[in-house]
């Protein structure tokens, strides 16, 4: 069942689900997907009520924006909405060491390489992906100013701000959306982020959704890993092992709700009141499907405690 809700205070109609382009990193962060399975998955969003895609330059160096450019191409445009982020300025071929780069210079000549790659016009949402002390927030706001103004970019927001540097970045320019981290093993955004973004009213789009898959049930605490999970403490060791007991006690849950621990983890994020979106990372159709499950109904306040409980 589809879910739209209007993007803050854009005029963005978005889907509560949105297909997250990380995965099309290449070989950079996730082994390398089949670029086939990667298009019948982007067009099944589309018909099963996902019409939100999130991605950026720096996922794979670019290779992500073409890619999703292909399979776009010939989507008419009112049929999706995109959104993209800059920041990591490569000193060279994509590959080479990166640095971060919010200055008015970059952000300008940087959206044109990524419409470029994209092959689109323009882009429905352009965020800044962390914050970058180098540059004064007037400055970075300026060029976001520019780019709206040049019918290059409809809207612009932050990602990895915490609520300080969000506070500051609003007192500079109107940015209207906030892409943070949170899942069921990782609430940190309710403290502080998600009470000030419910007051000014700013759209939400959460990342990491389903924490690199650990919030679908399908481990056992024992798997190692060559990809980015390789690095990340929530699957090494006891750490893991901890996890994993936490995840399968939605297990009884699910199953009595007849939804997957996926959906019920995707669930858990759009039943906050802050009324945001979960960017699903996202490898082929039945990942895609599986997601858009998690739409078109509720969790009860009892189940919803439960499944809050079962992970804490």
Known sequence: MSEFISL?????????????????????????????????????AMDVGVNFFDTADAYGDGFAEELLGRILKGVPRDRFVLADKVYHHWLGPPGSPRVGDLSRDYIVWECEQSLRRLGLEHMDLYQAHTFDVMTHPEETARAFEKLKKDGKIR???????????????RGFGNYDTVQPRYNLLDRSAEQDLFPYCMAHGLGVMT?????????????TGSETFTDVRANTVAFQGEEFKRNVEKVNRLRPIAERLDK???????????????????????????????????LGWRLSREDYYAVRTACA
């Open 8 to 44: 803050g205070h854009t005029d963005l109609k978005v889907s509560r689900v949105c297909f997250g382009c990380w995965q099309m990193a290449r070989n950079q962060f996730w082994p390398e997907v089949d670029e086939g399975t990667m298009r019948q998955a982007a067009l099944r």
């Open 155 to 169: 809207w612009y927001g932050v990602s990895n701000f915490n609520v300080e540097q969000l506070r500051c970045f």
């Open 207 to 219: 990342y990491s959704s389903l924490m690199y898959g650990l919030l679908t049930g399908k481990f």
């Open 260 to 294: 997957s621990i996926a959906q019920l983890a995707i669930r858990f994020i759009l039943e906050h009141p802050v009324n945001a979106c979960a960017i699903v990372g996202i490898k082929n159709t039945r990942q895609i499907e599986e997601a858009a499950g998690a």
